[in-house]
């Protein structure tokens, strides 16, 4: 069974970067669709963005498509979020994501990493 472990998180003025790692063992990572997703306080858990096993498609929430980019690196069992030009509404956890098929709900996830928190002040 894989195991996820999330870092990179931290505090970023508006407009600043970060970039997530998603540290992966226990598994094959190029079996799974990876992604990531995010929970601000009081609101669900929502898709931020997924990559193909190969990294040939890779699918993002509007609300970061053009901002945010997902990439994976099979050999070295990582997954990253490179986050641009930050905005206070992206503040939440940022959790990385283990699935067998695609599919932008929490609910169809099989494996989660802890957690990053990602605060974007203004």
């Known amino acids: 069974q894989v195991q996820l472990v999330d870092s990179g998180g931290g505090l970023v003025q508006a407009g600043g970067s970060l970039r997530l790692s998603c540290t992966t063992s226990?598994?094959?990572?190029?079996?799974?669709?990876m992604g990531w997703f995010r929970q601000a306080p009081g609101k669900e858990r929502d898709f931020v963005a997924a990559?193909?096993?190969?990294?040939?498609?890779?699918p993002y929430a509007d609300s970061v498509k053009g901002r945010f980019t997902i990439s994976r690196d099979n050999a070295r069992n990582m997954v990253y979020l490179q986050m641009n030009n930050l905005k206070p509404e992206d503040t939440a956890v940022y959790y990385c994501?283990?699935?067998?098929?695609?599919?932008?709900?929490?609910?169809?996830?099989?494996?989660w990493g802890q957690g990053s928190q990602v605060t974007v002040s203004s």
């Open positions: 994501a283990a699935s067998h098929h695609y599919n932008r709900s929490p609910t169809a996830v099989l494996h």
């Open positions: 990559i193909w096993r190969s990294a040939e498609t890779a």
């Open positions: 226990g598994g094959t990572l190029a079996t799974y669709v």
